[in-house]
């Protein structure tokens, strides 16, 4: 379930790699990020609304694997 105004998709390879997943775990000023007790990504749906849109996840992430989609019009 997306939040209500932000969703963020990640690509399945990088949600699995553990590396990947702690480097946007420590970006996100927000916490939308955690990871399992496996070393994967989870994303926190209860704090998508907080996302601020500093596209650092997608910096931090291989080119296209993190997607913020603002499903509001601005
Ligand atoms: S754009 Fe910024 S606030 Fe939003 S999920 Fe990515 S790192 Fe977190």
Redesign the pocket.
């Known amino acids: 379930m997306p939040g209500l105004f932000?969703d963020?998709k990640v690509a399945d390879e990088v949600a699995k790699n553990a590396e990947t997943a702690k480097k946007?775990v420590e970006?996100?000023?927000?916490d939308?990020?955690a990871q399992n007790d496996d070393g994967s990504l989870r994303v926190v749906e209860e704090n998508?609304d907080?996302?601020?849109?500093?596209?650092?996840?997608?910096d931090?992430a291989p080119r296209g694997s993190?997607e913020?989609i603002k499903l509001y019009e601005s």
Do not use: H, Q, T
């Not at 907080?50 to 997608?58: F, G, H, K, R, Y």
């Open positions: 932000i963020v946007l970006v996100c000023a927000v939308i990020f998508l907080e996302c601020v849109l500093c596209d650092l996840c997608i931090a993190v913020v």
